[in-house]
């Protein structure tokens, strides 16, 4: 009894809280069941921008997951477009943890996840920064008006820390989440009123059919995108205290053949210790995950 207590009392809060979030500008928007978006890592972070920005003042339109079309017949997609009478503000949400490091001028940024034990997981991904002046280029190109004024944001979770973030032009904004609403509010402040509520419902009219792009379209950008934007050392490099080297490179490394085990470069090497102290071999480039070794006679040059 106790159990289907608790039971009914999970259950009566879920329904209340989905009930709440059915009522969005969100859901009404996308569509996307409340367990989908809070599972979500991604959809979170699109939400939660929303969420914190729902108390701002002044005519406002959200847009989320627009699908905008460029030149070469390609889609950029842009996570939240928020427009507002101080202009339209252009958000890619970014809903990581650990330590973040990033240049503006550089393609890709690092992720760096603590695991402990001196060992850390980094992860590459592409500058949101980038991502967002290619958001706001063919956002404007596409409603083909020079006079509007657009904002850039890249947003990041607040469980993240951010460890070296260089920002040269002072046209983007790189925030926490909870500092979204007061970065907000400065910007709206220093620009004043550039949209009126026609225009603002205008643009909402003009842009709104590109939020609903079908699945075969949102497959396709995906493919696009990771073809366009991946990184060539993408997967996650495991930094750790290195074993000691039983042995040390001479100054003419490179014998000329490849390691018969793994394919990797053998180089020459002099053993430090042991019997064979003094001697040369040659050995896998790739040691210690190959510990690949062929000695090398004595006449041999």
Request: charged share 25%; proline share 6%.
């Amino acid at each position: 009894m106790i159990q289907l207590f608790y039971l009914l009392v999970i259950l009566a809060i879920y329904l209340f809280f989905d009930s709440k979030y059915k009522k969005t500008e969100y859901y009404l928007q996308t569509k996307n069941p409340f367990l989908h978006t809070h599972l979500n890592k991604g959809k979170k972070g699109e939400y939660l921008i929303f969420k914190n920005l729902h108390p701002l003042e002044g005519k406002k339109r959200f847009l989320f997951n627009l699908y905008i079309p460029k030149r070469n017949g390609d889609t950029t997609e842009i996570d939240v477009v928020l427009l507002h009478e101080s202009g339209i503000h252009i958000f890619e949400s970014k809903n990581y943890s650990g330590w973040i490091f990033g240049s503006e001028a550089n393609r890709y940024w690092t992720q760096v996840l603590p695991l402990g034990r001196r060992r850390s997981q980094k992860n590459r991904f592409f500058n949101p920064i980038l991502q967002n002046k290619t958001h706001v280029k063919w956002l404007l190109s596409y409603l083909s008006d020079s006079g509007l004024h657009a904002y850039s944001y890249a947003v990041f979770s607040n469980r993240c820390t951010f460890k070296d973030i260089t920002l040269t032009s002072g046209k983007h904004d790189v925030i926490h989440r909870r500092n979204i609403l007061p970065t907000l509010r400065h910007n709206a402040a220093m620009a004043g009123r550039r949209l009126t509520d026609t225009q603002i419902d205008a643009l909402c009219e003009k842009l709104f059919p590109l939020t609903q792009a079908d699945e075969t379209e949102k497959f396709l950008h995906g493919v696009s995108v990771r073809e366009k934007q991946i990184s060539p050392d993408e997967k996650p490099v495991f930094r750790h205290k290195q074993p000691p080297r039983p042995a040390r490179e001479t100054a003419q490394p490179d014998i000329g053949t490849l390691c018969p085990r793994c394919g990797g470069r053998l180089v020459v090497r002099t053993a430090a210790k042991g019997e064979r102290k003094g001697r040369q071999f040659s050995g896998c480039s790739d040691f210690p995950k190959c510990r690949y070794t062929q000695n090398i006679p004595k006449n041999q040059p």
